[in-house]
């Protein structure tokens, strides 16, 4: 009886040891995957975070949460990133210009970009488009910077808000064109753009899905895009770079983790990013959302973080930012 006892507890234990087994061996991810974004509901980041998640859910096989945390510049989804386990299950879905300039305007920043985050893919670049009112009378980027030179101080300029993408791209130009055009933030694209539309600044950077019914409707004129090149959605539109070499400031929209984050699931996402911003469906949404698809391996996305970072921060010293 004790002999069969024993067997019986031994058997026991090499099958809750091989069940143990089994679930440790269970394939990446095995479970919901969470996409914390910085921003609120609507914007740029949180958009693509959904459309990419939804489509990652189903080759995965797994749900994609998006939980938006909002708050002090990113502070707040970076302390949740930071909370996590790192066990590849919560990423962050932002833009460039938030790791670049906690850095940039604050002498105390909440995090550091280089230690506490991972690139895991560059999903996509967002270009921004520098518009005017339609009652501007410049129609092309040559007849604006005339003016502008003609009139300097005398045209406004909104972004939304001080030292975002909106207004270093707008200070970065003035100073590769030579010109001054006095700037007024505001709180966000939501706002700027209307005072715009309604005469209020004369000029915003801004990007399509914010534009591009005003621009149908003949209230607002396309005068350049930020970033490198031309848009193919917008052809007749010159980059700001055919003024100004090398200039581009169109920003990336890319995916963080934890670190300490095992590499299968950095190299999983990886690749399953990069397969999902080649499918047509997700690349018509993501370029009518004004982004266009990139992947790429996380080396490229490395590189691309940091060479934005020294961007801003130059555009940053233009602007004679100043760290609180």
Known sequence: MRLASFLLAAAAVVELACASGAAHAQ???????????????GG?????????????AETLGQPVVVDNRT?????????????????????????????????VL???????????????????????????????????????????????????????????????TAEAMKAGLGIYVTHIPFRGSAVSVPAMIGGEVEMAFSSPPSLMGFVRSGQAKLIAINSAKRSPLTPNVPALAEKIPGFNFAFNVVLLAKPGTPAEALQKMNA??????????LVEQLQKAGVDPVGGTQEEAVAALRSESQRITAAARHAGLKRE
């Open 27 to 41: 394939p990446y991810p095995s479970r919901s995957i969470r996409f914390i974004v910085p921003y609120a509901a």
């Open 71 to 103: 708050g002090g510049s990113g502070a707040v989804a970076a302390t949740a990133l930071a909370q996590a386990p790192a066990d590849g299950y919560t990423f962050i879905v932002t833009d460039g210009p938030m790791l670049a300039t906690a850095a």
């Open 106 to 168: 604050s002498s105390k920043p909440a995090f550091d970009a280089a230690r506490d985050f991972v690139p895991v893919s560059v999903i996509g670049v967002a270009p921004l488009y520098l518009a005017v009112n339609a009652k501007v009378p410049a129609n092309t980027l040559d007849e604006l910077i005339a003016l502008a030179k003609r009139k300097p101080g005398a045209l406004n300029y909104g972004s939304s808000g001080i030292g975002s993408i909106h207004h270093l």
């Open 272 to 281: 399953e990013i990069a397969k999902a911003v080649r499918h047509p469906e």
């Open 44 to 56: 740029l980041p949180d958009t693509v975070a959904r459309m990419v998640g939804q489509r990652l």
